[in-house]
């Protein structure tokens, strides 16, 4: 499939899908009501009486809404950050956490919850670590003179080791009958605390920066031959990988601040994606975040749907991914960078 | 090296305890178990336990399981402030080392227990290696604590004591069952209890945190089946709702303070009405987490709330009363404010 056809299907795709979640919930609403309240809200006609019009409302726009589309953020997000490092460390088993971003931003969370009352205080100190690992992992790489791939990958060992460890230290702090609880949870990931602040708020550095990794992704197909090849055609590889890292950095920071710590989504869409479309960045990349984006709201409506009470998403991103995953790989004739 | 001196400290030990005179009690679950004659100390591997340790007598204590906050000691008697932190076996975080609770010297260890299990094995195998008797309590409902504090108070030589608390809780709870009785003539009050910073961890109707409801006559708005102990079962906002409880208790000021802001939770009678409760936790929860006798105040607070018709109590003065009763500490005007805020 050519480039433009392939992502207009996933587009299509996710818009059904981003609608069909808004229909689906504990609460019952009959479909009926469903498309009278939407009429009602497109025309801007008066809505038939017995019809409680707030109530949709704040059940469409204020609960359902935000999480439709945080799942959508934190899925396109996780997988763009995911794709962009595969390629630019030419290797296929990269996750967006290599640099110990999301060991830093878990850290940040719970130091968060441990030192501060309030919620914005909490989410600046997430976002802030989840930085500063990142910052960390490149200090160490660039004290050995050099943003050599794998003195990075070596740096964000060192650096997600460190956080891991700072962060058993904050749980062992915590009070073990209401902080340890509230951080434990978080940190298994869930899309059900997004709240509608955060998601509007998180949106637009979100969507910014997907846009410039893909206005990027060109370079990424030089930088994914390595090095040498791309210096000789004259691309200032550490500047643009450094750059990379930076965007990646920020919106993987961001979808912990949103949903807490969700795995497996950073690796493997990518991956299923390149299966699908092959390695040319300039499709996998947005094709990556469009699967990501249909898969985590695809996970999320099951979490919110099957059970009484809800499972963090985390648990079923694993769960549901692995099998997928190889599944996929059987099936797939087409190779890393055939 | 370190398994040798743990020895050369049970030896030490056991020559320290060897000349006392020592008598045998049957636990709450039926063990017979050696203690000591006369016990000074007692070490408690669990919140709930400590705190009715702490009720009888604060001088028992030998340490707790986790450090007080400021706030809390405030509440407490001075004898307890500098007490050290042992650490306890109770889900996560902190757990005890066994040489820390050799330096603080108990001179029996009780443990909470809930079922037979493979910890508890542990737990004993442990204590003995270490010199401990070990001496189980098991305490299902709130029906039991009065057995807990009576047994607390045969243990430890405090009987009148604990006979005095025990009669304080059995009281409240015939009261909580007559109100419960005059309230099932009109229409349940259904709770939803939120937890968490979001207000969306709740438990199941099936839970033992939560007894409190029930034995108010109130119904619990999350009706499903609890998974393990530990509880806080996430619940969308949806089922809230759906469940459009017509009280709700909240355990955290943050999420009080989301509840009375949003939206879509102004939509909930409870929230309409006004009638969204912070619970008081200082020093020791009133609700749960840890779930323990100071549910015996809890369950007044709570009728409190449902039936301000029905249950007119002065709050203010039963808060002062359980305070000196159990907690040993005087309270003024202010403080009561403060505890009955959250």
């Given at each position: 499939?050519?480039r433009p056809a392939?992502v207009?299907?996933?587009?299509?795709l996710?818009?059904?899908?981003a609608?069909v979640?808004l229909?689906?919930g504990?609460?019952?609403v009959?479909?009926?009501?469903?498309l009278?309240f939407?009429?009602?809200?497109v025309t801007?006609?008066?809505a038939?009486?017995?019809l409680?019009?707030a109530l949709?409302?704040?059940?469409?726009?204020?609960?359902?809404l935000?999480?439709?589309?945080?799942a959508?953020l934190v899925?396109?997000s996780?997988?763009?950050?995911?794709?962009?490092?595969q390629a630019?460390?030419?290797?296929?088993l990269?996750s967006p956490?290599?640099?110990?971003?999301?060991?830093?931003?878990?850290?940040?969370a719970?130091l968060?919850?441990?030192?501060f009352?309030?919620?914005l205080?909490?989410?600046?100190?997430?976002?802030a670590?989840g930085f500063?690992s990142?910052?960390?992992a490149?200090?160490?790489?660039?004290m050995?003179?050099g943003?050599a791939v794998l003195?990075?990958?070596l740096?964000?060992?060192?650096?997600?080791?460190?956080?891991?460890?700072?962060?058993s230290?904050v749980?062992?702090?915590a009070d073990?009958?209401?902080?340890l609880?509230?951080?434990?949870?978080?940190?298994?990931g869930?899309l059900?605390?997004?709240?509608?602040?955060?998601?509007?708020?998180a949106?637009?550095?979100?969507?910014?920066?997907?846009?410039l990794?893909?206005?990027m992704?060109?370079?990424l197909n030089?930088l994914?031959?390595?090095?040498?090849?791309?210096?000789?055609?004259?691309?200032?590889?550490?500047?643009?990988?450094l750059v990379?890292?930076?965007l990646?950095?920020?919106?993987?920071?961001?979808?912990?601040?949103?949903?807490g710590?969700?795995?497996?989504?950073g690796l493997i869409?990518?991956?299923i994606?390149?299966?699908?479309v092959?390695?040319?960045n300039r499709?996998?990349?947005?094709?990556?975040i469009?699967?990501?984006a249909?898969?985590l709201l695809l996970v999320d409506?099951?979490?919110?749907?099957?059970?009484?009470?809800?499972?963090?998403?985390?648990?079923?991103t694993?769960?549901?991914g692995?099998?997928?995953?190889?599944?996929v790989?059987?099936?797939?004739r087409?190779g890393w960078g055939? | 090296?370190t398994?040798?001196m743990?020895?050369?400290?049970?030896?030490?030990l056991l020559?320290?305890?060897m000349?006392v005179?020592?008598?045998?009690i049957?636990?709450?679950?039926?063990r017979?178990?050696?203690?000591p004659?006369?016990?000074r100390k007692v070490?408690?591997?669990s919140?709930?336990?400590?705190?009715?340790i702490?009720a009888?007598?604060?001088g028992?204590l030998?340490?707790?399981?986790?450090?007080?906050?400021?706030r809390?000691k405030?509440?407490?008697s001075?004898?307890?402030h500098?007490l050290?932190?042992?650490?306890?076996?109770?889900?996560?975080?902190?757990?005890a080392n066994?040489?820390?609770?050799?330096k603080?010297?108990p001179?029996?260890?009780?443990?909470?227990v809930?079922?037979?299990?493979?910890?508890?094995?542990?737990?004993e195998a442990?204590m003995?290696?270490?010199?401990f008797?070990?001496?189980f309590?098991?305490?299902?409902?709130?029906?039991?604590?009065?057995?807990?504090?009576?047994f607390?108070g045969k243990?430890?030589?405090?009987e009148?004591?604990?006979?005095?608390?025990?009669?304080?809780g059995e009281?409240?709870l015939?009261?909580?069952a007559?109100?419960a009785r005059s309230?099932?003539?009109r229409?349940t009050?259904?709770?939803?209890?939120?937890q968490?910073?979001d207000?969306?961890?709740t438990?199941?109707?099936?839970?033992?945190r939560?007894e409190?409801?029930?034995?108010a006559?109130?119904?619990?708005?999350?009706?499903c089946?609890?998974?393990n102990?530990?509880g806080?079962?996430r619940?969308?906002m949806?089922?809230v709702?759906?469940?459009d409880?017509d009280?709700?208790?909240v355990?955290e000021r943050?999420a009080?303070?989301r509840?009375?802001?949003d939206?879509a939770w102004?939509?909930?009678?409870?929230?309409?009405?006004g009638?969204?409760?912070?619970?008081?936790k200082?020093?020791?929860n009133?609700?749960?987490r840890?779930?323990?006798?100071m549910?015996?105040i809890g369950?007044?607070?709570v009728?409190?709330?449902?039936y301000?018709?029905?249950?007119?109590?002065?709050?203010?003065?039963?808060?002062?009363?359980?305070?000196?009763?159990?907690?040993?500490v005087?309270?003024?005007?202010?403080?009561?404010?403060?505890i009955?805020?959250?």
């Amino acid at each position: 499939m050519r480039r433009p056809a392939v992502v207009t299907l996933l587009t299509i795709l996710l818009a059904v899908g981003a609608v069909v979640s808004l229909t689906l919930g504990k609460y019952p609403v009959t479909l009926r009501d469903t498309l009278l309240f939407f009429t009602a809200k497109v025309t801007g006609c008066r809505a038939p009486a017995g019809l409680d019009m707030a109530l949709l409302e704040s059940l469409f726009f204020s609960i359902r809404l935000p999480r439709v589309v945080a799942a959508i953020l934190v899925g396109s997000s996780l997988s763009v950050a995911g794709a962009a490092f595969q390629a630019m460390f030419i290797n296929p088993l990269v996750s967006p956490s290599l640099l110990g971003v999301l060991a830093g931003a878990s850290f940040g969370a719970a130091l968060g919850m441990l030192l501060f009352e309030n919620w914005l205080a909490v989410q600046v100190s997430t976002f802030a670590f989840g930085f500063i690992s990142v910052l960390v992992a490149v200090g160490i790489a660039r004290m050995f003179r050099g943003g050599a791939v794998l003195l990075l990958i070596l740096g964000g060992v060192i650096s997600g080791a460190l956080f891991t460890s700072l962060l058993s230290v904050v749980k062992y702090c915590a009070d073990p009958y209401d902080k340890l609880p509230a951080i434990v949870y978080w940190l298994m990931g869930g899309l059900s605390y997004a709240d509608a602040g955060t998601v509007w708020f998180a949106a637009v550095p979100m969507v910014i920066s997907m846009m410039l990794i893909i206005s990027m992704s060109g370079y990424l197909n030089v930088l994914s031959m390595g090095d040498e090849e791309a210096r000789s055609l004259g691309i200032p590889v550490e500047r643009i990988r450094l750059v990379m890292i930076f965007l990646a950095s920020l919106v993987s920071s961001l979808t912990v601040v949103i949903a807490g710590m969700i795995g497996w989504v950073g690796l493997i869409i990518p991956h299923i994606t390149r299966m699908l479309v092959g390695p040319d960045n300039r499709v996998l990349i947005p094709s990556s975040i469009l699967i990501g984006a249909i898969y985590l709201l695809l996970v999320d409506n099951l979490c919110r749907l099957l059970f009484e009470t809800e499972i963090p998403i985390g648990i079923v991103t694993s769960l549901v991914g692995i099998p997928f995953f190889v599944f996929v790989m059987r099936r797939a004739r087409r190779g890393w960078g055939s | 090296m370190t398994k040798a001196m743990l020895w050369m400290a049970c030896l030490s030990l056991l020559l320290m305890v060897m000349p006392v005179e020592a008598r045998q009690i049957v636990d709450m679950t039926g063990r017979k178990v050696e203690v000591p004659d006369r016990i000074r100390k007692v070490y408690a591997t669990s919140p709930p336990a400590t705190q009715m340790i702490y009720a009888v007598d604060p001088g028992l204590l030998s340490g707790w399981n986790a450090p007080l906050k400021d706030r809390e000691k405030r509440y407490l008697s001075p004898l307890v402030h500098d007490l050290p932190v042992l650490g306890g076996y109770f889900g996560q975080g902190r757990v005890a080392n066994i040489e820390t609770i050799i330096k603080a010297g108990p001179d029996v260890v009780i443990m909470w227990v809930r079922r037979d299990s493979a910890l508890n094995r542990r737990m004993e195998a442990d204590m003995k290696k270490a010199g401990f008797p070990l001496v189980f309590m098991a305490i299902d409902g709130m029906a039991d604590y009065g057995k807990g504090f009576r047994f607390l108070g045969k243990l430890l030589d405090r009987e009148e004591r604990a006979e005095k608390l025990a009669d304080y809780g059995e009281r409240a709870l015939k009261e909580a069952a007559a109100v419960a009785r005059s309230a099932s003539t009109r229409k349940t009050v259904s709770v939803y209890y939120a937890q968490g910073l979001d207000g969306l961890f709740t438990e199941c109707h099936t839970s033992r945190r939560t007894e409190v409801i029930g034995l108010a006559g109130a119904g619990n708005v999350c009706l499903c089946r609890t998974r393990n102990d530990y509880g806080m079962e996430r619940v969308s906002m949806e089922e809230v709702l759906l469940a459009d409880p017509d009280v709700i208790f909240v355990q955290e000021r943050q999420a009080y303070d989301r509840i009375r802001r949003d939206r879509a939770w102004r939509r909930i009678g409870a929230v309409r009405d006004g009638r969204v409760f912070v619970i008081p936790k200082t020093p020791f929860n009133w609700f749960d987490r840890p779930a323990s006798h100071m549910r015996y105040i809890g369950i007044k607070w709570v009728m409190s709330c449902l039936y301000p018709d029905l249950y007119p109590i002065d709050m203010a003065r039963e808060t002062r009363l359980f305070y000196r009763l159990f907690l040993g500490v005087e309270l003024d005007d202010a403080q009561v404010r403060e505890i009955l805020a959250g």
